[in-house]
């Protein structure tokens, strides 16, 4: 059966501005890092797309790498792009990213002209598309000049193949550098994409005052930390989670007793609030101003209107953020 969109999508989220910029995403976007790729079924990964495109959602997030196996995300996301996507093309947020070892060689990772051009190519070729609206530095290259990396992304949208140019991983003195670069070649650098989760807080070692300062956006991905940020790993390793499987990134050796002894803490707090861990966990990052939009992973479609819900209520009482404070530092 032919797929039509919900016709009131756009009435479900108020969409969010990124950065200084005219773009605007909407507050959860998905991203096809797990489950999209060749150890999945096309059939689940087009009913997720489908639930989230239903829900407003109109940024999806890939990279050159992800699957398993590399590149397979975006050969299904392109086929689902060329069949129940065909007609909405304008109405959608495409990124994808090239840094990581992608294939054989000298030439199949890091931030070289070379590596990242012949790699929106080939993932422009998967993706069954002439353009994304972003292309991303996956990761910063310590061997290469940051002016080569830059100028690619300068060339990527010069070229028409991208319209905006992101970075993820970065430090904020290199985000500082290229934001720079990339302004003096022409370009405004639009977003980064780092970490950020309830565990893992580095972006608050500057890089969020980098940001709001530069005007850029922030995207964090992971805000559940693959999973630990939810109510699945509160007692013990379910056989189908995403630690146990042997394809995921998340190991069974990082769920020990002292974390989850601090999840069923935040487990309470998100409870007192009416909220499920993960929605908290999501609304805490939603909570600053400077975050455009939390990138989220979905495994069925019940998921995506649960991370959806987190939308309720990004508000926090100071007690709260400081309660959250103190079981994270393990007091």
Wanted: charge should be neutral; proline fraction near 6%; include cysteine.
């Amino acid at each position: 059966m032919r797929y039509v969109p919900a016709a009131d999508r756009y009435d479900k989220l108020i969409y969010n501005r990124c950065g200084n910029s005219g773009l605007l995403l909407p507050p959860v976007s998905l991203g096809l890092w797990h489950n999209f790729g060749s150890v999945d079924t096309l059939s689940n990964a087009r009913s997720m797309i489908r639930a989230a495109f239903d829900a407003g959602i109109t940024h999806f997030d890939l990279a050159n790498n992800y699957g398993p196996d590399p590149g397979s995300a975006e050969e299904n996301f392109g086929t689902i792009l060329s069949t129940d996507l065909a007609g909405y093309r304008d109405e959608l947020v495409i990124s994808t990213k090239a840094g990581y070892r992608m294939w054989p060689g000298p030439y199949g990772e890091w931030g070289s002209r070379k590596y990242l051009l012949a790699s929106l190519d080939a993932s422009l070729l998967r993706l069954k598309i002439d353009y994304v609206d972003i292309f991303y530095s996956h990761r910063p290259d310590p061997n290469t000049p940051l002016e080569e990396t830059m100028s690619a992304l300068d060339q990527a949208i010069r070229s028409g193949k991208a319209v905006y140019a992101g970075i993820s991983n970065y430090p904020p003195d290199m985000t500082e550098k290229a934001y720079q670069i990339l302004a003096r070649m022409g370009h405004r650098l639009l977003i980064h994409q780092p970490k950020y989760s309830m565990l893992v807080r580095t972006p608050e070692q500057g890089l969020l005052e980098t940001l709001g300062r530069l005007g850029m956006g922030c995207i964090p991905f992971s805000p559940l930390a693959q999973g630990l940020l939810t109510d699945k790993y509160l007692h013990e390793i379910p056989a189908d989670s995403r630690a146990a499987k042997p394809t995921g990134f998340l190991r069974a050796s990082e769920i020990t007793p002292a974390l989850q002894t601090k999840l069923r803490a935040l487990n309470g707090v998100a409870a007192a609030r009416g909220q499920s861990l993960a929605e908290m966990a999501l609304a805490w990052i939603l909570r600053d101003k400077r975050v455009t939009s939390v990138l989220v992973g979905a495994s069925r479609p019940e998921q995506i209107a649960k991370n959806l819900s987190a939308l309720n209520n990004t508000r926090f009482a100071a007690e709260e953020i400081a309660r959250i404070d103190h079981i994270l530092a393990g007091a």
